[in-house]
């Protein structure tokens, strides 16, 4: 009971209605339900109650979105909330997450994942006022997580992209495959068009403070071993470059600067977590889970920034 008047608050806080579709089937239960719909609403609601699998609908200014109760996405999103103060105190972030939600689910994934986005507004706002260093996202792909990171970065800093730009390399698929006996391939991730990859990250401004460095890491990384970082995004999949990442990158993170290791408690890629757990118990430090759908792993460096 507490759960559903604590989702109640928080989608009501988004301007959102959370409704159970059985409670529609009689009109006794559409008053009982106190959600004012428009007969648009009404009649998109009626055509989802079709299927028996979908369990609840998420009603926002932008139309209506059902979750199957037997999808795993069901429970992440009852669990999505934003922090009371962008609600009582803080309205432009609210406006803001709200902006780069949308923003996000038009570019990324239908179900784009809300609380990966205020953990990223929450983690770069940390980041941001240290007082020194540059960004830097290590698996860039099509852009998506980077765009993100580029919205939120101090403008006067500089976004580094490392990424083969043509998926997964050969050896590091062999070593996954022997050491997780998975069966991951080459032609798993498509290879993109670096011009549409800044377009994606920049909004097709031609900003000149996101750079893509293109090849294999670590060996891409020659000639940057001087870098001082603020923030770091890891998002690679697998074991072996994610081992090498850590090892790089921990180094040239500034002391109160973030790292944040996507697919932590990813099923599909078990390495993940083998190598931050062996990289940070070997220091003593505890990385902790984000809470995101993939689990991120969340890891601040300590020390008194300079
Ligand atoms: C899951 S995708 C990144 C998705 C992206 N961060 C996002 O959220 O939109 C993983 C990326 O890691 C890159 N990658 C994997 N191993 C790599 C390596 N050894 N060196 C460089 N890039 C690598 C792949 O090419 C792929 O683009």
């Known amino acids: 009971m507490y759960l559903k008047t604590a989702v109640q608050r928080c989608f009501n806080a988004l301007g959102w209605q959370i409704i159970r579709l059985e409670t529609f089937r009689t ?21 989802k109650i079709s299927s028996e699998l979908k369990k609840f609908a998420i009603v926002s200014k932008d139309g209506i979105s059902t979750v199957g109760a037997d999808s795993p996405l069901h429970d992440f999103y009852l669990m999505q909330r934003m922090p009371d103060t962008y609600v ?3 309205p432009e972030k609210r406006a803001f997450y709200r902006e780069l939600f949308d923003e996000h689910a038009k570019i990324a994934e239908p179900w784009y994942d809300p609380v990966r986005i205020i953990q990223f507004m929450n983690l770069i706002d940390i980041a941001n006022v240290l007082p020194e260093g540059d960004y830097l996202e290590l698996g860039t792909l099509m852009g998506h997580s980077a765009r993100l990171i580029w919205r939120l970065m101090r403008s006067d800093g500089h976004l580094y992209c490392f990424d083969t730009f043509e998926g997964f390399a050969d050896n590091d698929i062999e070593e996954e495959n022997k050491l997780f006996g998975k069966k991951i391939s080459v032609g798993m991730l498509p290879a993109v068009n670096l011009d549409e990859v800044k377009d994606c990250i920049d909004g097709g401004t031609n900003a000149d403070n996101v750079s893509l460095v293109k090849g294999w890491f670590p060996e891409s990384f020659q000639g940057y071993e001087n870098i001082k970082l603020r923030f770091v995004h890891v998002d690679l999949d697998l074991y072996l470059p994610t081992k090498a ?5 921990w180094p040239c993170l500034v002391p109160g600067g973030v790292m944040i290791v996507h697919d932590y408690a990813c099923s599909l890629f078990p390495g993940v977590k083998k190598a931050v757990d062996d990289f940070f118990s070997s220091l003593d430090i505890t990385a902790i889970p984000m809470g995101d759908i993939q689990e991120s792993a969340v890891i601040i460096k300590s020390g008194k920034p300079q």
């Open 27 to 47: 009109l006794s239960d559409r008053a009982e339900s106190q959600a004012e719909l428009s007969s648009d609403q009404e009649d998109q609601i009626e055509k």
């Open 88 to 90: 009582t105190t803080m």
């Open 245 to 249: 990442a850590l090892e790089t990158l």
